[in-house]
């Protein structure tokens, strides 16, 4: 039994429309990207230290912030008041996130740890290991090759894609998949920017786990555009697109809710850890259906048009 039934809608004369969507969803996310310098990079690639830790009882993040303004290392008083400072997962949970400095010690994550915990004395466990959530530390050499890796993985993934699809397919196929994913990237890139999260290992995964959603979404209408090219000789090229994408729209629409009921649950319980990961999928599930109907679709038939003329 059909969930959906039989539709005959018109998507291809409402793609105007979805350009003009995304185009300005695009460009918010550019014009957000570009006032803040760009991406807004987690210490996996900018490298720094991050500290996080929990106290026995509700912390004010400004009075963490006061007594970060004389940090002791080394003998020399240094000022850490205007380092990220935040609550995260409970508000008895703080994290605070330093840039790399120069002639920073080895145990630098540690005496902020100290400083934190001896400044702070009936708000904290007996035992400074039960204080202490997660202590990390990222060189600026280490943190470099990591953005180059990042981005190679993505670029990578999106050319062996476009060389499959065009072996598979057909090149035009391929130049609308491509399109679809890149759009999704960067719809997903942008509203992180606007939103002001930061880019960090696992939202390279989630990036590139948005580009194989979306590309399954994609095939499964590219595929159903190739059987009808040959059972529908006697319509255009652009109804018969439209019927392929009605075709497949039920199996289309189930998919999606079901995956996206899947990651909002992760989102809501799942904790700080995934916390960033799933928004990331929340949005690349919805961006990722929409762009295999309004964007994908579109190019292909007029890459079509441009190959007739």
Do not use: W
């Not at 570009?34 to 996996?44: C, H, K, N, T």
């Not at 090759?145 to 476009?162: D, T």
């Not at 079901?258 to 909002?264: A, E």
């Not at 964007?295 to 038939?301: M, S």
Request: proline share 3%; with cysteine; hydrophobic share 50%.
């Amino acid at each position: 039994m059909r969930l959906i039934k039989e539709t005959d809608i018109k998507f291809l004369s409402q793609s105007r429309f979805g350009y003009f969507l995304s185009g300005a969803i695009i460009l918010a996310g550019l014009i957000s990207l570009v006032l803040q310098g760009g991406p807004r990079l987690s210490i996996d690639f900018k490298g720094g230290s991050l500290v996080a830790v929990q106290f026995t009882e509700v912390m004010d993040v400004n009075n963490v912030r006061q007594v970060m303004d004389a940090v002791s290392i080394e003998g020399q008083i240094h000022n850490y008041s205007r380092a990220e400072i935040k609550q995260f997962g409970s508000a008895k949970d703080i994290s605070v996130r330093l840039p790399i400095q120069e002639d920073q010690p080895e145990n630098f994550p540690q005496l902020i740890v100290n400083h934190l915990y001896e400044s702070f004395p009936d708000a904290v466990p007996a035992d400074q290991n039960d204080f202490i959530l997660s202590i990390e530390k990222v060189g600026p050499k280490i943190g470099a090759e990591l953005s180059g890796k990042a981005v190679m993985a993505i670029m990578s993934a999106l050319l062996l894609i476009l060389i499959y699809i065009s072996i598979r397919f057909e090149f035009k196929f391929a130049i609308g998949a491509i399109a679809a994913l890149s759009h999704d990237v960067i719809i997903t890139l942008g509203i992180f920017s606007i939103m002001d999260y930061e880019i960090s290992l696992p939202i390279i995964a989630a990036f590139l786990t948005i580009v194989g959603y979306s590309l399954n979404d994609t095939i499964v209408i590219l595929d159903r555009v190739r059987e009808n090219v040959k059972s529908m000789k006697r319509s255009s090229y652009s109804d018969m697109v439209d019927r392929s994408i009605n075709d497949s729209l039920s199996r289309t629409i189930i998919t999606s809710i079901t995956t996206f009921m899947v990651v909002l649950i992760l989102f809501v319980f799942g904790g700080e850890v995934i916390h960033y990961f799933s928004f990331a999928m929340l949005i690349g599930v919805v961006v990722g259906t929409y762009s295999s109907m309004y964007v994908a679709c579109p190019i292909v038939v007029q890459l079509h048009k441009g190959v007739k003329s």
